[in-house]
Every structure is written in C-alpha cells, then in structure tokens.
C-alpha cells in the first residue's frame, strides 16, 4: 500500500502562471518531506524539504506547504519556467525508528508551456 | 557532475548472465542506497549501507546481491534476472544514514531480454 501519492501523473502549466504540485501520505510518523526533481536520463535532485514543525517552507520560486491534519503537502512554483519541466517526487521519511530510507511517491511530471 | 556516478548507464542482459551495476560516490558520505524505478511506480528503496554494513534489506529477491567494500563503493551483482526486472536502478549517498537529503547518480537503465 502507496504511502505517499501523488494522484496526478501529469500536469501543464502556462509559463509565468504557479504551478502546484500536490502529495498525500498515510504514515503518521513521517516527519521530514522532501521534493526531488527529475530530468529524463539524470538522477533525481534534491530541490525543498520541510519539517513536520513547519507549515511552510520558501525557497526563492519554490514553496512548500504542509498541512498535517489532513496529511498534506504541496509545492507551488512561481513564477513557472520553461526550465521547470521534469518529474517531480515527493518523498518523506521518520526518525521514530521506521525504516531506513526515503519513501517516494510516483511523480508527477510537469509541463511548462511556453 | 552530481558526485554520485554509475556505471554502466544502459545494460542489456539475458536471463541467464551475470553482470554488476557500479556506483562510487566522491562525497565523502557514509551512507548509500539502491533504488529501483519501474515504469509507473514509486522509487522502491532496495538496500541501505551505512559505514559498509548492510542495514536494510527490503525483500529484495536473491538474484540482487549487493556489495558495499568502501564507504565510496557500491555494488549490486546481478544473476538469473527476470524481464520484469527491467528498471531504472538509481544509487544514492548521505552524510549519515539518519539525514535526510540524498545525492543521486544517474542511474543504470537495465534491460533484461
């Protein structure tokens, strides 16, 4: 059983408009969420975290949202770029003596239209 | 260059051979990590090696043997494989096994015939 979805496949967004990007979990224990992002033939790179103590994390164009009552977190892109096209991953992991390692949703692969 | 690399990036195998995917990070990081990525799933965590020692083993079948011989080497010895093992095999590294965020190579694109 998927304990991080990512329910959109794909998404297409206008260059310039936001880009939100959206993820679910089920694991009450997960306290640390991370974004990766994927460009075809490279591996996945690191691009936002937050911790389960925040509820939002900025990084220059790049937002994290977490909404931990409803085991939710988003990453909003703004302004969107052509640049911005690839897979992203959500991932998450707990430090409360779970298994070693992230757990990743499917992605979500995102299209900047020009 | 992402500090992780892996090689070979593409591979062909019959069921039958033998063949070794390598990684070597020159991160300086105590912790690394196979992945596997099939077509429409999620990233699925393989084998974890902190300080050389395997500690996580994720029902991983027997015809993936891993080998970690240094903290900046990683194996993953393959034999017998099925074509439904046919995926994109990533390895990762981190400081610690307890951070949070990985280094990732490229990626070794099997294909088994």
């Known amino acids: 059983d998927q304990q991080v979805k990512q329910n959109s496949p794909s998404l297409s967004v206008q260059e310039g408009r936001i880009s939100i990007l959206n993820c679910d979990y089920t694991?009450?224990?997960?306290?640390?969420f991370l974004w990766y992002k994927k460009y075809p033939a490279e591996g996945p790179t690191f691009l936002i975290s937050?911790?389960?103590?925040?509820d939002k994390n900025e990084d220059g164009r790049f937002t994290v949202f977490l909404n931990k009552s409803a085991k939710h977190l988003s990453l909003h892109i703004v302004p969107s770029q052509p640049g911005d096209s690839a897979v992203y991953f959500c991932?998450?992991?707990?430090?409360?003596?779970?298994?070693?390692?992230?757990?990743f949703g499917k992605g979500t692969h995102l299209i900047i239209q020009p | 260059e992402t500090g992780v690399t892996q090689t070979p990036r593409h591979l062909v195998m019959g069921m039958t051979n033998k063949k070794s995917l390598k990684c070597e990070q020159h991160?300086?990081?105590?912790?690394m990590y196979w992945y596997k990525q099939s077509a429409k799933k999620p990233l699925e965590l393989m084998f974890v090696?902190?300080?050389?020692?395997?500690?996580e083993n994720n029902s991983v079948p027997s015809r993936f043997s891993p080998e970690c011989p240094n903290s900046s080497h990683l194996f993953l010895h393959l034999h017998t494989l099925q074509p439904e093992d046919s995926a994109l095999y990533l390895c990762?590294?981190?400081?610690?096994?307890?951070?949070?965020?990985?280094?990732f190579g490229s990626g070794t694109r099997l294909t088994v015939v």
């Open positions: 937050i911790s389960s103590i925040k």
């Open positions: 090696y902190s300080l050389e020692e395997r500690v």
């Open positions: 991160l300086g990081h105590n912790a």
């Open positions: 990762a590294s981190s400081q610690e096994r307890t951070d949070y965020g990985y280094t």
């Open positions: 991932a998450a992991r707990s430090t409360g003596g779970g298994a070693d390692g992230l757990t």
């Open positions: 694991n009450s224990m997960f306290d640390y």
